[in-house]
């Protein structure tokens, strides 16, 4: 077809990268923010929001994903145009599916740290909640959720590819890597560079997050310094 594998390959990872971060980013936000609630007020808030936890864990992901995308593509679209309003879409939808497993894993740091003596010494000299949510306990419960981000980048990579596979992805012009491994499947036989490239792309750019992700966790971890 005359393309050019690697500039597409350079292009696309622009938005594969994009949508791996940003839906990383809500993920992350909205697990932060209901395991800290859950774990540190406790009593009937912590009831009512590890339920909803437990209801959206059991609730099937990739049909519940391309479900929304089918029905509210074409709204978005007419709002936001083709691209960005994919990507808006895409970037809410993975990130709002996968905060279950930080805010549990919040909601257990915070019910251990929550006990200790220096919580107990700040609370009685008078720090507020929230004081004591962000700057003595969040720190402490840090380096699970960030290695949690790593591979929230690399799922939502690879569930983006999935949705470019069905057809209900990005349009068909924008060379994401998940497009462009869909494009080449019908070319295994006689040029398979065209699964390879996109291929590595992808499994380096999972790699190298999950390295940063390493190193954040021993650079930010109070017990480390």
């Not at 057809?167 to 036989?189: C, H, I, K, S």
């Amino acid at each position: 077809m005359g393309q050019d594998i690697l500039a597409r390959i350079l292009y696309g990872g622009r938005i594969s990268i994009a949508v791996g971060v940003f839906s990383m980013v809500v993920a992350i936000t909205l697990g932060i923010l209901i395991g800290a609630l859950s774990g540190f007020y406790g009593g009937w808030l912590d009831v009512v929001l590890m339920r909803l936890t437990d209801l959206c864990l059991a609730l099937p992901r990739l049909p519940l994903l391309l479900l929304v995308i089918f029905l509210f593509r074409d709204a978005i679209k007419a709002i936001a145009g083709p691209e960005l309003g994919i990507f808006v879409l895409v970037v809410l939808v993975i990130g709002g599916l996968n905060w279950m497993s930080v805010a549990r894993l919040v909601r257990a740091g915070f019910l251990t740290v929550r006990e200790q003596e220096f919580v107990t010494a700040a609370r009685a000299l008078g720090a507020s909640p929230r004081r004591l949510i962000w700057i003595h306990i969040l720190p402490n419960v840090i380096s699970p959720v960030l290695v949690a981000a790593t591979l929230s980048v690399s799922t939502a990579i690879v569930t983006e590819s999935t949705l470019s596979f069905f057809g209900l992805g990005f349009p068909p012009d924008v060379p994401t890597w998940g497009r462009m491994l869909y494009d080449a499947q019908n070319f295994l036989e006689f040029a398979p560079y065209m699964v390879v490239f996109p291929g590595t792309a992808i499994f380096l750019t999972v790699l190298s997050i999950n390295y940063i992700g390493d190193g954040l966790r021993d650079a930010l971890d109070p017990r480390l310094s």
